[in-house]
């Protein structure tokens, strides 16, 4: 018999959004490593040779090869002249909620394949190819012709590719977490699981425990069970739809063993305090410790004063997870929050556990993230005192900063690792920008424009010979090492552009330390306004390098 492929059902109630295709000998911006991957990617070099870099690892690429990746990998690709290649990128979005008068969808940021597709090109050729053709004109039927071209190439790829080996047992067993993860809302058997790890049921049940920690039937109950949670936090759904998105027909014996797996009823889940949390982001551990709760494992930084049990984990979605289940197990969390970016790979690894609610990083802002986290483990007290004290004392620095610094402007660059970043109102400007409502350089302005404070624009990379396009009356620089500090100081006495400099030439220029300025959460920033309450009154002091 052939055994059970993941793949098989992995497109099953999907739907797709295209966001860009195209065929050139040319890279697409995207491909720079400067960021993360936003969409799905499918790429075919048509011909020519070159180099692919992924999350930092090189590969060697040729003619006729296909290549796919998902949400959250790093891409850099370089190709020799003569060189053409096809590529779309995507989203993929599943079922997650159906009901009589309304649909909803999650998107999903995993692929089973991924990287280098060792499979026949030609067809994937062709399909790409009328995937550009279509794509270009992505509207009315074109745009549904598009999207028929895409899944036939998707579904070609899921079965057709080489499979990624599966013998080793460990592999085997999380193929079957993660379908679990994906279909808890429908009837899963332990023969059909037993199928897919290869195993005979009574053996496969066995191992799952030994390797999960709880049998699969207990995995599938935890799944579900915090999923529904996840759900009570975010919504307002009565807890008969709430019972109908996880799998349970019957509400009450949902109930039931909602209350046997929880200590509590749905219907007062929501008004429980969270006596153990975990945060994967240490921002987040931050707003918890100024809110007045000590997370019982979490992700710090160094400036933050708070004694939990501290967890190796992502600070991006391209970095892998390092973290063990039974450290997660060993503090037997009620709540776990993260930072939406690392929140698909907290659900691969540990969402049986406890439910995970990730918060939108980029688009919101850190009153925002205060108020949600605080509406979560349910400070909003705490939330109002400290938002209030926030203001007031800003109140006061920017009526000394105006008094000391007048109208000045001030850039706020960035330097780590031969990189040079601008920074605009977010992380390290929030202080300078927001808080003090000094004046970004022109183009940081205009960059930071079409967003709300705080929001969507973070940062702008450049070249050391740019630094004069963003005249300044101060230049604040932020190391990480002490060779980004050799390297900035040499800039600044060889570099036309930096001698030139304005700041420069009037001795204006601070350095600033990477692990206290980086921190973008409330404790963060009230140590950031002490330093920048001295600066205020020395500003007469001159950069040590003068």
Not at 201 to 208: D, E, H, L
Not at 445 to 461: D, F, H, I, V
Not at 518 to 533: F, H, K, N, S, W
Request: glycine share 6%.
């Amino acid at each position: 018999m052939k055994p059970f492929s993941e793949n098989d059902e992995f497109l099953k109630g999907t739907l797709f959004e295209i966001d860009e295709v195209g065929k050139s000998p040319q890279t697409p911006s995207w491909f720079d490593a400067s960021s993360p991957l936003k969409h799905h990617a499918v790429i075919y070099i048509v011909q020519g040779e070159g180099q692919i870099r992924v999350n930092g690892r090189k590969e060697a690429i040729s003619k006729d090869s296909l290549y796919v990746y998902a949400p959250g990998s790093t891409l850099e690709l370089k190709l020799a002249s003569q060189a053409e290649m096809y590529w779309a990128a995507y989203d993929i979005y599943r079922s997650a909620e159906s009901g009589d008068q309304v649909r909803s969808f999650e998107r999903e940021r995993t692929f089973p394949v991924q990287g280098h597709v060792k499979a026949s090109g030609s067809r994937f050729k062709r399909l790409l190819f009328l995937l550009v053709s279509e794509g270009g004109r992505a509207k009315g039927e074109s745009r549904f012709l598009a999207q028929h071209y895409l899944q036939e190439l998707l579904d070609g790829i899921l079965h057709t590719a080489a499979p990624a080996a599966v013998n080793d047992l460990e592999d085997r067993l999380r193929l079957t977490a993660s379908y679990m993860q994906r279909h808890y809302r429908e009837d899963i058997r332990i023969d059909t699981l037993a199928e897919m790890a290869q195993l005979h049921p009574s053996y496969y049940s066995q191992v799952f425990k030994q390797e999960m920690g709880k049998t699969p039937i207990a995995y599938l109950t935890q799944l579900r069970m915090n999923k529904a949670k996840e759900m009570l936090l975010l919504t307002d759904k009565p807890v008969r739809e709430v019972a109908g998105s996880v799998g349970y027909a019957d509400e009450f014996y949902f109930s039931r063993r909602f209350k046997e797996t929880s200590g509590s009823a749905p219907s007062l889940y929501i008004k429980k305090d969270h006596a153990s949390i975990v945060s994967l982001s240490a921002p987040y551990t931050d707003h918890l410790v100024t809110l007045g709760l000590t997370p019982c494992a979490a992700q710090v930084h160094r400036h933050i004063p708070v004694e939990t049990r501290a967890l190796n984990l992502p600070k991006h979605a391209s970095e892998p997870w390092e973290a063990s289940r039974e450290a997660f197990l060993l503090v037997k969390p009620d709540l776990i929050i993260t930072k939406d970016n690392v929140l698909p790979k907290a659900r691969e690894h540990i969402n049986d556990i406890a439910p995970i609610i990730g918060i939108d990083w980029t688009s919101k802002d850190v009153f925002t993230h205060m108020r949600d986290i605080a509406g979560l483990v349910n400070r909003h007290e705490a939330a109002r005192r400290w938002l209030e004290h926030h203001e007031l004392r800003t109140e006061g620095l920017r009526r000394k900063a105006r008094m000391s610094l007048g109208d000045a402007v001030v850039t706020i660059c960035v330097g780590r690792e031969h990189k040079l970043r601008i920074y605009g109102s977010r992380n390290i400007g929030h202080v300078f920008y927001r808080s003090l409502q000094l004046k970004p350089p022109e183009r940081t302005a205009q960059s930071m424009k079409p967003y709300l404070p705080g929001t969507g624009y973070n940062w702008t990379a450049i070249i050391p010979d740019e630094l004069l396009q963003y005249e300044s009356d101060y230049l604040f620089l932020v190391i990480e090492t002490e060779s980004d500090r050799k390297r900035m100081l040499h800039w600044l006495r060889s570099n036309p552009s930096w001698i030139k400099h304005p700041a420069v030439r009037s001795k204006r220029v601070y350095f600033l330390d990477w692990d206290k300025w980086m921190v973008y959460a409330p404790y963060g920033i009230d140590r950031q306004l002490d330093e920048i309450e001295q600066f205020i009154g020395y500003r007469s002091m001159q950069a040590e390098y003068f």
